[in-house]
């Protein structure tokens, strides 16, 4: 460059811009384009390539972050081979994430132990790097802070925050009964999902057991029906994946027989997943 004033003015611009990766790599990408003989418009775009391709990491970055993974969970290290009871090509057909233009729902449903929630993980991770905004929440931790909102006459902004988004995940749906007032809640929650943004639902539930957690048996056939609308079923119903790790790495090679529960019917009039 011509004079040291210009490179500061340069710098300076580049930042007003928020160009920051411009600012950090045009002299490297200037002196390999002048060493290959390519021309000003080759220089350009392979700058402008660079900010863009680090702009959307960066989005997809914070997308992860405001989606409050507990931990993250990738799809390639899901074992498909220790889980047999699990539909892989519906997974990795989901993974595709047209279920999210449709705003359909993906129910896990389940024992303990059988990757339910890395599941569940990993399709909203990759979801956010699909460019959707994703939030995680336990269910029981939900309720607990939407009884919390109410109490401050909050939950209209709660609602149009949940609005914003394409994908809501809720784990561990079952394991905790709710009160009334939690479960009514949880139903305002699925209603207010219900065809605008996807939700994925982990439980260890069969469906007719989940009027013992919900308390009613009206709201229950009411929430069940909104979310068993437009849903992918994945089953895992084989051995817990932790049990069989512990037992790998202790060498007790026995099997434990009768830890699975029956296979979770699907409630009545609800459609089947599209498979
Ligand atoms: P669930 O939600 O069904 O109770 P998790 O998803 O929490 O089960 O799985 C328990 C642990 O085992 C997690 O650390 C998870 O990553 C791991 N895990 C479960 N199944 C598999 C699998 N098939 N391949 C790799 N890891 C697995
Ligand atoms: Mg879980």
Redesign the pocket.
Known sequence: MSTESNRILLKHHLEKLRLPTVRREWEAVAASSAKDGRDYGDFLFALTERELIEREQRAAGRRIKSAKFP?I?NLE???????SS?NETLVRQLAAGEYLEGRENVL?I????????????ALGFIACAQGRRVRFWSATTLVTHMLEMREQRDLKRFFAQMGKHDLILL??LGYVPFSKAGAELLFEVISQAYERLSLIV?T?LPFEQWTEVMGSERLTGALLDRLTHRVHIIE?NGE???LK?ARKRYGNTKREEGTAPGTPRRPPGSSASRE
Do not use: C, P
């Open positions: 931990v969970k290290d899901f074992d498909f081979g220790a889980q699990i896990l389940g024992n303990s132990g059988t990757g339910k929630t890395h599941l569940a993980s784990d561990e982990t260890n895992a817990s994946y932790r790790d």
